[in-house]
């Protein structure tokens, strides 16, 4: 249902009837001075923009003209700089000017990107280990004083507590 309101223009009050649909986005562009909807655009249309790249830097925020890009790991963070030029090139012609002149790369760390939720995968659960058939048959040859003797009656203590 479309909602409708009047329009007051330079001049004054008109009669005239505004669809609230198409005053809305004008009203909101007037106010946004910073041009954060930009931003919120960019966000959401993330995976879009950066296509096969979007899972490997994922947006989570900027300070002044830098840009924060998450990674999963140190390793893909480190191949993900080489990327920050095209990244550059691709969010500042989105945005239609030159908004941001560099890329920082942070470590995810459980944080939430600002395009969603982004869907880690639980870690498995580690196996139990499982008792090996010979084990103790050093015992009579490893010194029981010995770094070496003592880390080995350590692995058998931690096999007969479970």
Known sequence: MARYFRHYSKKGRSNRMVSLTNALPRFLGKLDTTGSLDLIHLWRSWDDLMGEMASVARPLGHRKKKLILAAEDPMVMQEAQFLA???????NGF???????????ELL??????????????PPLPKEPTKPKKLGGLNKDLDPESPLGRCYRAYQRMFEEI
Do not use: T, Y
Not at 85 to 91: K, W
Not at 114 to 119: A, P, R
């Open 109 to 122: 760390n459980g944080r939430v990107p600002l395009d969603g939720e982004f869907s880690v995968e639980a």
């Open 95 to 105: 945005l239609g000017q030159e908004v941001f002149d560099k890329v920082v790369f």
């Open 85 to 91: 030029p095209m990244i550059l090139e691709i969010v």
